[in-house]
């Protein structure tokens, strides 16, 4: 540790401020019984319209808990990670908006807010969403809530108005009481025997399986499976290790020089917060119905304020380098190409090489950035001096990332079941 302790002496004590070691205090407690209720659900496709794609499927730990794709394709999908493609028999209408992120420690007290735009998170109130007060009753945390959203996107699991009862449930706006989607999909689980024993056990008491059981049991396992707090950089900051000398030069440019640590702080590496990083917008963004375009306007679509237009919230970086690919779209296959575009965003969106992970279909990927009035947009919203990373900074960077990587947690501490109790395909089991 002594050449390390020479780097910090050479900078100002204020800019090597480090996050203190996780603990278990910084994690919610989760019940086995519904841990292993939520494993079962999470990895079966009966939560989704057609039956066909469950949450592992967009969220698969061969992929970092992510799809391995810059733009998901849910629903008319076949096949796992970047080997997944359109069904010839019924195609998808369009590509997942924005990029799966990364399930990591979900279950620690700090994550108040999710999604890219934040459109759920925790108040002092509890939880607000910009969908209505109705949406989020009962559920028992935020992650429970969020969780359970995708089973009612046409495009991610629910599939399209004739395809099944859920899906016309939803275009219909059904989607709570007796009519609801949500209670089409609980019914369907009501009707398995296993289901309904593990759910006795888990909700002694209850007196309904009910959509906020199916979805409080996926979250406690997403909790549970996803915790990750035993990376290289977790033993260095408990004195129990040292991490090797290029990871240390790149941790003094994160915590020092780069500053990285002004967004990417705290023990996850996330702020939480909103920012414009400039990041390439393609694919169907998250234009509203009447809007021909491709743009995604952030956090500016759940607030309203000009200012958060173009602004994503900070992901964290635990296991960064197995959940590309990276940014609110994928934009970048590459991490070390992530790396430099970050630094320098205004001349990475004017040289951006549409470097992606894509499933082949017929739409319109490029509009947006095929328009240069609505680049320089994006480009206008950026703060702060494009910075030219070195070839050495990049390496040292790659570095300190790689020691955020949790070996350990990437195999998941329950892993993928080789069935499920609807008997249908589990993605990824073999």
């Not at 790396?339 to 990927?365: F, G, S, W």
């Amino acid at each position: 540790m002594f050449r390390f302790v020479l780097i910090l002496f050479a900078l100002p004590a204020s800019a090597m401020e480090f996050p203190a070691p996780v603990t278990d205090a910084d994690y919610r407690a989760t019940d086995p019984a519904k841990v292993a209720m939520g494993r079962l659900l999470f990895w079966d496709p009966i939560l989704s319209g057609n039956r066909n794609i469950s949450c592992g499927t967009c969220h698969h730990p061969r992929f970092g808990t992510g799809d391995g794709l810059s733009l998901g394709m849910g629903e008319g999908g076949a096949g796992l990670g970047p080997e997944r493609v359109a069904d010839p028999a019924n195609p998808p209408e369009a590509r997942i908006p924005r990029n799966a992120p990364g399930l990591w420690n979900l279950g620690a007290h700090e994550f108040t807010v999710l999604f890219h735009d934040g459109r759920i998170e925790q108040t002092k109130d509890g939880l607000r969403t910009p969908m209505g007060p109705e949406m989020v009753q009962g559920f028992d945390t935020l992650l429970s809530a969020q969780s359970m959203f995708p089973v009612l996107s046409a495009d991610e699991m629910a599939g399209h108005y004739s395809e099944n009862e859920v899906s016309r449930a939803v275009r219909q706006g059904f989607i709570t009481g007796q009519d609801g989607a949500w209670e089409k999909l609980s019914a369907r689980v009501r009707a398995i025997p296993r289901y309904v024993t593990m759910w006795e056990a888990a909700f002694p008491g209850d007196d309904t399986l009910d959509f906020t059981d199916i979805s409080d049991a996926i979250a406690q396992f997403v909790e549970h499976e996803w915790r990750s707090d035993t990376a290289p950089f977790d033993t260095w900051l408990r004195g129990e290790g040292e991490l090797p000398t290029r990871a240390l030069e790149g941790m003094e440019l994160f915590y020092g020089s780069l500053d990285c640590a002004s967004c990417h702080s705290g023990p996850f590496q996330t702020d939480h917060d909103f920012h414009a990083t400039g990041q390439p917008q393609f694919g169907p963004g998250k234009a509203a119905a009447f809007e021909t375009h491709a743009r995604d306007d952030g956090r500016f679509r759940v607030t309203g304020d000009d200012t958060d237009r173009y602004a994503f919230r900070t992901p964290s970086l635990r296991n960064v380098t197995e959940t590309g690919p990276w940014g609110h779209t994928g934009a970048y296959a590459n991490l070390r190409d992530f790396l430099t575009a970050h630094a320098a965003p205004r001349a990475a969106l004017r040289d951006y090489p549409r470097d992606v992970v894509l499933p082949e279909m017929e739409i319109k990927d490029w509009a947006l950035m095929d328009d240069p009035e609505q680049v320089t947009r994006i480009a206008a919203r950026v703060m702060g001096p494009d910075r030219v990373l070195t070839e050495a900074e990049v390496t040292a960077l790659m570095a300190f990332l790689e020691a955020l990587r949790d070996a350990d947690a990437l195999e998941g501490r329950d892993g993928v079941p080789e069935t499920v109790p609807s008997g249908l395909p589990v993605d990824g089991s073999d």
